[in-house]
């Protein structure tokens, strides 16, 4: 019903950019929240950054200052721009949405794919 599709991962040097985007499409009413996810090898998932359908941003104190999340609300896409990354920045990056599909009767949380973020120092 509702599929979240990232992009926009890779290897980078420390002191890089990168830019993440994930569209969400299907049958979708609405959207909430969205946000973006990291998980390392052996660790376990965390919180990023989130931003509200009305532009409320959270970061992780880890990130704060370095990421930017942005929304297209028109295009039901979230962005992630990441600045002066970090070796600590590598993870597999999920981005993760709070919708109600077209029909559907509650709001559930839905995850894309996993995109690999890769810092080299």
């Known amino acids: 019903q509702v599929q979240l599709v990232e992009s926009g991962g890779g290897l980078v040097q420390a002191g890089g950019s990168l830019r993440l985007s994930c569209a969400a499409s299907g049958s979708i009413f609405s959207i909430n929240a969205m946000g973006w996810y990291r998980q390392a090898p052996g660790k376990q998932r965390e919180l990023v950054a989130a931003?509200?359908?009305?532009?409320?941003?959270n970061y992780a104190d880890s990130v704060k200052g370095r990421f930017t999340i942005s929304r297209d609300n028109a295009k039901k896409t979230v962005y992630l721009q990441m600045n002066s990354l970090k070796p600590e920045d590598t993870a597999v990056y999920y981005c993760?949405?709070?919708?109600?599909?077209?029909?559907?009767?509650?709001?559930?949380?839905?995850w894309g794919q996993g995109t690999q973020v890769t810092v080299s120092s």
């Open positions: 993760n949405a709070n919708a109600l599909p077209m029909g559907g009767r509650r709001w559930d949380d839905y």
């Open positions: 931003i509200t359908s009305g532009g409320s941003t």
